[in-house]
């Protein structure tokens, strides 16, 4: 591929990729064209990616906010060329805040294929900008071949007062198809307080206790606490004497949820089923193979622990454990081949 310029000479292009101006802020689709010495910014893109105006005269040019009327960046011509010249911070505050500013369906795919009223929410709440109206129902075939259901919570809303008193602990497995990592099982680790998930993908079952160990060491660490209390069904997994020996050490209390009352597990239930939803809509969206559910389950998990919910009273749980809201800004569609 080549650029051509008015005088039809013609440079190669080698790299199409992101570029960053800053740590917060990154031009998309940017051409490296090595033999060119300047660097170009497309009055097209700009325009069309950003909230802003260019006002071009004889001998200047004003790059402004279209709602304010504010002068983000100046110009001068030079030789029939116009130059950036004035320092371009302001500029950088439109762009990086522009990468939050998308449609409706676009922040729809970017958040796992979430229901639309946690759209309508992060954008009350000014964490997204929609740049369209709600589209129709039943628009996305991805969330209509995942069958995510999208139904509403129905869990009460009392939880532990502080981050690790209460643990929920579930394993799956084994997955139809190995991840390209030989990966069949996973587990997730929710906490009560925060409503946080940790997922770790596991080749064999027996792999637990040292994944246990892991998120032992990485939470107490991280949160400078320990787990109280730890929650699971009966599973060989958990009834075994290495993991009952790791409680004991750790002074961690087992609760066993009863074998025939499955709501006992139902906040690790939800979640599975919300992350699996989520995970399989990301699948079929980007037509990705079956062996590559590990990244889009791991996605998936990231993704719902930055979505507020009403059981956090519209707080995401990355919010709630952190202490301050998540950045929207680096979601990228990102399952490859
Ligand atoms: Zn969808």
Not at 92 to 112: E, M, Y
Not at 128 to 157: D, I, Q, R, W, Y
Not at 192 to 201: A, E, G, K, V
Request: with cysteine.
């Amino acid at each position: 591929m080549c650029v051509t310029f008015g005088s039809g000479q013609s440079l190669p292009i080698t790299h199409i990729g992101n570029t960053s101006l800053n740590n917060s802020t990154t031009l998309q689709n940017v051409l490296v064209v090595p033999n060119l010495t300047k660097n170009l910014l497309s009055i097209n893109r700009l325009t069309n990616d950003s909230n802003v105006d260019v006002l071009f005269s004889n001998n200047y040019f004003n790059v402004q906010d279209r709602k304010t009327g504010e002068i983000l960046a100046r110009g001068i011509c030079e030789n029939g060329f116009y130059v950036l010249t004035q320092s371009h911070k302001s500029l950088v505050v439109v762009l990086s805040a522009s990468h939050l500013r998308a449609p409706f369906n676009k922040w729809h795919s970017l958040l796992g294929h979430v229901a639309f009223d946690t759209i309508t929410t992060l954008n009350k709440l000014g964490h997204v900008f929609l740049t369209s109206l709600l589209p129709k129902p039943g628009l996305c075939n991805s969330c209509e071949l995942s069958k995510a259901k999208h139904l509403p919570f129905v869990e009460n809303n009392k939880h532990a007062q502080q981050v690790l008193d209460l643990i929920h602990c579930d394993l799956w497995g084994p997955a139809p198809i190995a991840s390209t990592d030989g990966y069949l099982y996973y587990v997730i680790f929710v906490d009560d307080y925060s409503r946080f998930t940790w997922f770790y993908p596991l080749k064999a079952k027996s792999d637990f206790y040292h994944i246990l160990i892991i998120f032992f060491n990485f939470v107490q660490n991280q949160f400078s606490t320990s787990v109280k209390v730890f929650q699971s069904d009966g599973g060989t997994e958990f009834i075994n004497h290495r993991v009952q020996n790791c409680f004991q050490e750790h002074g961690i209390h087992h609760r066993l949820s009863c074998p025939h009352t499955p709501e006992q597990n139902g906040r690790v239930e939800r979640k599975h089923r919300h992350i699996t939803e989520t995970g399989l809509a990301i699948m079929f969206n980007a037509h990705a193979p079956s062996k590559l559910w590990v990244d889009a389950f791991t996605s998936a998990t990231y993704i719902i622990n930055r979505l507020p919910t009403k059981i956090l009273e519209n707080k995401s749980p990355f919010e709630i454990l952190f202490k301050q809201p998540p950045s929207y800004s680096n979601l990228r569609i990102s399952i490859s081949l």
